[in-house]
């Protein structure tokens, strides 16, 4: 049953902010209960002191007994059954395949992660035995192995109410490095938070570990997060949303007594460069794909193509054509709040009165509430390089093409582009030289560059990097999806002539598990 509750450790209670917090359809207005009030201080207080309490038990276990916990978890996200699949609806107005969709991957990162530390990788452990005879110094016997950072806050993201929620990629990769959980509910989907949150309560229960592991406070308005963030006892805190939102959370993490990471997901235009030879050879085909991943989730997504770079031309002509033509029979969709909706709205309407900018295609008018009626604009190369502005996200199916001259064109709008998500390269054999001329940029630019596809969609596998150069993400060196997002939370420690009774057993030399170890240069296990 949905309380309306903070859910602290094993315990469930009462926030007392006035501000009351309701999930709402955004097809309909319609208000759903439970509202959930803010949790006070005092219990965020609380809930970091569980989370504390509760540190050196949860890491202390040993990586089998926290790969069950985190399967665990995902068995009892499937057992909510379909109360899930409707709430998460009702509050976000997406179809059921795409919810029912974001819950199998939900429960598959958590998964994943119990692989990952069932095999060890994450430890790194690393050996270079002592050396007495070496001259003209000996070396001692030193071990090295990755630890836990410590309780991780993590702030649930409006457009994924699953999978960068509660027990979204974050929350799963703090867990499986060791690290206790505070989830700050994202306004948005408060009764999807509950259930989900609920379901970990019981995991936690199920597995017999420290209460403290896991808690799931609610709050409108900046207090509760800046107090979360500025408590003593986080050690690292996971965002995913707006470039504003990032910024604020890493200024009061830096402005700490003891400043600790933020790392948070903010973001992009993800630019999608359509190389000559690709565009005459596939302009239709190309223009379908994208005009079918711009519109993907109303363009809800953080990877979202909101930038084309093409020179002009009769095949970026025919190319506009067809996307026009798929534009126009592109049915509104509702988007996930009214807030995104208000926001995207501003966005459009910034660039249909932008001197250099011409709007020329757009979806099916509606004037139903909260919906996105897709739209493409175009610029020049020149204006576009005159006014930065212009590569800001705007959140929702908006894309602006950028028109060049000649390929040197290409080269100076990559050079100015900030860091992305994504970067896309439609390319044919033919386009390979110049492209190869291209990537020493883009690899600078981004996190992930795509060959022929589409940026929306992100797989969920040990080699993806969902991350990139600021302001798409706050450090370029992590990545919030992939089992590298592991990494973010763990620190490494070095162990200088310990008897083998005091190592942790990868270190030890008899390796009784069997982990990974680098030992003396060379990978064993």
């Known amino acids: 049953m949905l309380t309306g509750m903070q859910l602290i450790g094993q315990e469930k209670s009462i926030g007392h902010d006035d501000l009351v917090i309701y999930g709402e359809n ?4 319609e208000k759903l209960l439970p509202g959930y009030s803010g949790a006070t201080i005092d219990q965020v207080r609380h809930a970091c002191k569980l989370a504390s309490d509760a540190f050196d ?7 089998e007994k926290r790969a069950i916990f985190l399967e665990v978890c995902a ?4 057992l909510i059954g379909d109360q899930l699949i409707e709430r998460a609806m009702a509050e976000t107005g997406l179809p059921k395949a795409r919810i029912e969709g974001e819950r199998g991957r939900t429960c598959g990162q958590l998964k994943l992660f119990a692989n990952v530390i069932r095999h060890g990788i994450h430890l790194d452990a690393r050996i270079d035995p002592a050396q007495p005879e070496r001259m003209p110094l000996p070396r001692s016997d030193l071990r090295m192995k990755n630890i836990p950072l410590g309780p991780v806050a993590v702030f649930g993201a409006s457009n994924f109410p699953l999978a960068f929620s509660v027990a979204g990629g974050d929350t799963a990769s703090a867990l499986a490095a060791g690290c206790p959980v505070i989830v700050k509910a994202h306004s948005a989907h408060p009764g999807t938070s509950e259930l989900v949150g609920q379901a970990i309560q019981r995991a936690v229960k199920r597995c017999n570990l420290p209460e403290g ?13 800046t107090e979360l963030v500025q408590n003593p006892a986080i050690s690292a805190v996971g965002f995913t949303g707006s470039r504003s939102g990032g910024e604020a959370l890493m200024k009061l993490a830096f402005n700490r007594e003891t400043p600790i990471p933020v790392y948070a997901e903010m973001s992009a235009s993800n630019p999608v460069f359509l190389m000559p030879n690709a565009l005459q050879n596939r302009s239709a085909s190309i223009a379908k794909g994208f005009v079918g991943s711009l519109n993907m989730g109303a363009g809800q997504f953080c990877t979202n193509p909101g930038l084309v770079i093409a020179c002009k031309g009769d095949a970026l002509n025919d190319f506009i054509t067809t996307a026009e033509l798929a534009m126009n029979e592109t049915v509104a969709q509702t988007m996930l709040t009214s807030g995104i909706h208000a926001a995207y709205v501003e966005g459009i309407n910034a660039l249909k009165i932008h001197d250099s ?14 919906l996105c009626q897709p739209k493409l604009f175009s610029t020049t190369a020149k204006s576009f390089l005159e006014d930065l502005s212009l590569q800001n996200e705007v959140f929702g199916a908006s894309s602006l ?10 080269k100076k709008v990559a050079l100015a582009l900030e860091g992305q998500l994504t970067i896309t390269i439609q390319l044919d054999k033919e386009d390979v030289s110049e492209v190869s001329t291209l990537m020493p940029i883009l690899e600078k630019k981004a996190g992930r560059i ?20 600021y302001p798409s993400t706050s450090d370029s060196r992590t990545t919030s999806v992939g089992s590298s997002a592991i990494n973010r939370f763990l620190r490494p420690v070095c162990y200088q002539d310990f008897p083998e009774e005091l190592l942790h057993s990868s270190l030890q030399s008899s390796n009784p598990d069997s982990v990974p170890q680098l030992v003396d240069g060379k990978l064993n296990g």
């Open 26 to 29: 955004p097809a309909t207005g």
């Open 57 to 63: 038990a949860f890491r202390a276990q040993p990586e």
């Open 75 to 78: 068995e009892e996200i499937m």
């Open 213 to 225: 592991v896991f808690s799931l406070i609610y709050g409108s308005g900046r207090t509760i997060g």
């Open 357 to 370: 900018v011409v709007e020329i295609a757009s979806g099916k008018p509606n004037l139903d509430k909260n």
């Open 401 to 410: 093409i950028v028109i060049c001259d000649d390929l040197s064109e290409y």
């Open 450 to 469: 795509l060959c022929n596809g589409f940026p929306t969609g992100v797989e969920v596998c040990h080699a993806m990097v969902h991350g990139g150069p």
